[in-house]
């Protein structure tokens, strides 16, 4: 038979996949892919059951409910000071993933050129490739993850359409700065593009730092489309409901892609987020602060077993230099080697990176799991590397 498509054909399978596979396979604790191992709050599972039983079970507006739009648009007021008409301004997604496609589908052309920080999730590249549109990739470097400045307004040129980027960031748990939003914020306007701004970690920021959505900056209202996401803001992963704020003139766009790709999503789940974002604020505060203490248990530990700990101020990951360990091989072999033998599942941070030599002695560990499995993969890792 003829090949079908090339790049499809081209790439691999998920390395989330991949590592959930082996950690099941080798019963090891999986500390790889992000979700975590308790239930959402009860509240916002028990009003998903209880919108099954009254009769709301056929096609959703395509946008999404009027009362999770309407959520939406509060939570944008309530936490950033946005202003957003929730009738022309939100679109419901299934999930933050079809939010990335669909916005990057609202804006993009082929032939257009889109700037990505590396590193990236890793939905991104695929998706601007299979739209004919061209990735330029800015790397930040460990273990500051600085932006680089001057690579960044290099990476903006004539045929540059957008930004992609996510903050608080996947893998490396970096907040970008008022300064860096406002670098970015020049970046876009002076060159006419748009901003797709992935921001599902938005409640899950540590020590004080604070989330600013490059929506709020001059200039950025209507360049911007803010993506947020139901999974991580109450822990329920599996649900894959996202939202877009947008302006109302990219609105109508990002909502003819969703259109095309998935019409609508589940109507039970997107009530039950409304009920979710309408909870006061001490249930965010105290999301944030159960999983800080998380990041400061496995921290400690990864750090007694001899990783190199970096800092991490959001999301639900700590990003690791295991080379003080002195271990014979790359991060693929040190995750597979420490799923095999100790028990305990990370991701490689190559994962993430795209183009070129990309780091090789970094892993991923997340800490949005119990106290108990943290402290018994831990107690693991001791075992195997210090006997
Ligand atoms: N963006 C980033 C940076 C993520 O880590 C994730 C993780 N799931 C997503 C998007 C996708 O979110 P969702 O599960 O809502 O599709
Ligand atoms: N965002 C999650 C992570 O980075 C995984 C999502 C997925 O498996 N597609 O671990």
Redesign the pocket.
């Known amino acids: 038979m003829r090949a079908a498509n090339t790049y499809l054909g081209s790439i691999g399978t ?1 390395i ?1 996949t991949v590592m959930s596979a082996l950690a099941t396979e080798h019963k090891s604790i999986n500390l790889g ?2 979700f975590p191992d308790t239930e959402g709050p009860a509240d916002v599972v028990l009003a998903a059951a209880d919108a099954l039983n009254d009769s709301r079970n056929q096609y959703p507006p395509m946008p999404g409910v009027p009362e999770l739009r309407q959520a939406v648009a509060a939570a944008n007021r309530r936490f950033y000071g946005l202003d957003i008409d929730w009738a022309k301004e939100v679109t419901v997604t299934s999930g933050a993933t079809e939010a990335i496609t669909a916005s990057l589908m609202a804006v993009l052309d082929p032939g257009d050129e889109v700037v990505l920080i590396e590193p990236l999730y890793d939905t991104y590249v695929p998706v601007v490739r299979m739209l004919g549109a061209i990735p330029r990739i800015v790397r930040l470097a460990p273990p500051r993850w600085d932006l680089p400045h001057a690579e960044l307004a290099d990476a903006f040129g004539p045929k540059t359409k957008a930004i992609l980027f996510n903050s608080p960031m ?1 893998p490396c748990g970096k907040v970008f700065t008022a300064e860096e939003l406002g670098f970015i914020a020049d970046l876009v306007a002076r060159h006419d593009t748009y901003a797709i701004c992935d921001e599902v970690y938005e409640h899950l920021v540590f020590d004080g730092a604070r989330h600013i959505p490059l929506m709020t900056l001059p200039g950025m209202r209507d360049r911007t489309m803010r993506i947020g996401s139901a999974g991580k803001t109450f822990s329920l992963t599996g649900w894959k409901v996202g939202y877009v704020t947008a302006g109302a003139a990219l609105t109508p766009l990002v909502q003819k892609a969703h259109q095309n790709l998935t019409f609508t999503t589940a109507p039970n789940l997107q009530r039950a987020v409304a009920v979710g974002l309408a909870k006061d604020d001490a249930y965010f505060a105290s999301l944030a602060g159960n999983l800080q203490a998380r990041r400061d248990q496995l921290a400690e530990g990864l750090a007694a077993v001899g990783l190199s700990v970096l800092p991490t101020q959001g999301t639900y990951f700590i990003t690791t230099d295991f080379s003080p360990l002195g271990f014979n091989g790359d991060d693929v072999a040190f995750c597979r080697h420490i799923t095999e033998q100790a028990g305990v599942t990370a991701i490689p941070v190559s994962a993430f990176y795209d183009e070129g030599e990309a780091p090789r002695h970094y892993a991923r560990f ?1 800490f949005c799991k119990r106290e108990a499995v943290l402290a018994e993969a831990i107690d693991r890792l001791q075992r195997h590397f210090r006997g």
């Open positions: 998920t989330f892919q992000g996947n997340a």
